[in-house]
């Protein structure tokens, strides 16, 4: 069987397929076009430059594209390169289908739906419930396919679900720990949150930010959602505004994308939550590909550091 690529070693030779996840072009400094390429499979992504491109080739070599590549790897600025020798499209003989090259999370979407369900069946608040509820099941589809991010944490089909839950048993923890937190806009806060991330980005596959993602943002767009099913519901009261409040503070500060920051323990304690939730998946993920006494590549959301797996982790 066939390794993921992001388990090659430096100076490895590599022949197999791949999905293109990302295409983008640029001009070399001798004026010629070249692109660069993100591939992926089950295992994760790689970076490639295909160098002095025809227009055919832009036209062959774009997203959700599934290519045999031959070439190796390289260590380009502490970071994994593949090197192409060869590539070409796949065609009718190649026994390959797009959901072989798909990371997906470690959970089935039917259990985690189970979980989130749970969660929302706790709730005491009916406010809260009657919102989250009503919201959760407008976009559960896209709930359970979509990533949280097209980048550094939970890039993957179904992440944005799986970081959910992860969340929601991390809140139930802490508020064993801390009795005074309230459990009802915790798991409210946490479900919501991230929700406006299937209106924000294009799907599970080659996932862009869309023009609204890009114009208004998930966070502006679910609270704007908020608003929308508490008058749909004929909800009124100070819950609709915290739950706003929530959303629009969970990135902390403005400098990370919060208009406002947390001013209530809840949306404090989520904000942390989420924080170490993706920085978790980033590490795992990351260490995954290293053996005991190696560094991880450097990891850009974390402040580019390369991160030492030790040798007794076996």
Not at 91 to 96: G, K, L, M, S, Y
Not at 117 to 129: A, D, G, S, V
Not at 217 to 239: D, F, K, N, R
């Amino acid at each position: 069987m066939t390794k993921g690529i992001v388990y090659y070693d430096t100076g490895e030779q590599v022949e197999l397929f791949l999905l293109i996840k990302n295409a983008t072009k640029g001009v070399a400094s001798n004026g010629k076009p070249f692109l660069t390429l993100i591939f992926q499979d089950k295992s994760g992504d790689i970076e490639a430059k295909l160098w002095d491109v025809s227009e055919q080739d832009e036209n062959n070599y774009v997203p959700e594209t599934i290519v045999k590549v031959a070439g190796d790897i390289l260590n380009y600025r502490g970071r994994q390169q593949l090197r192409i020798r060869q590539i070409r499209t796949s065609n009718e003989n190649d026994t390959v289908k797009l959901a072989d090259f798909l990371e997906t999370a470690p959970i089935d979407a039917e259990e985690m739906m189970g979980k989130v369900t749970q969660y929302i069946f706790e709730m005491k608040n009916p406010n809260i419930q009657r919102i989250t509820r009503h919201l959760l099941k407008k976009y559960q589809a896209e709930f359970l396919e979509y990533p949280a991010a097209t980048k550094n944490h939970h890039e993957f089909v179904s992440g944005l679900a799986y970081h959910v839950v992860s969340m929601l048993d991390l809140a139930k923890a802490i508020a064993n720990l801390y009795p005074t937190l309230d459990k009802d806009l915790l798991y409210a806060g946490i479900i919501l949150h991230d929700l406006g991330k299937v209106t924000e980005l294009s799907g599970p596959i080659s996932t862009t930010y869309t023009v609204k993602g890009n114009l208004l943002g998930h966070i502006s767009i679910m609270v704007s959602e908020i608003e929308t099913a508490a008058e749909e519901l004929s909800i009124q009261g100070e819950e609709v505004v915290i739950l706003q409040h929530i959303v629009l503070s969970h990135h902390g500060k403005a400098e990370w994308g919060s208009p406002k920051p947390p001013l209530i323990k809840e949306a404090e304690i989520i904000h942390y939550i989420d924080n170490l939730d993706a920085k978790m998946n980033m590490l795992d993920r990351s260490l995954s590909r290293v053996k005991p006494g190696e560094y991880t590549e450097r990891v850009f959301a974390l402040d580019n550091r390369a991160f030492y797996k030790p040798t007794f982790h076996e």
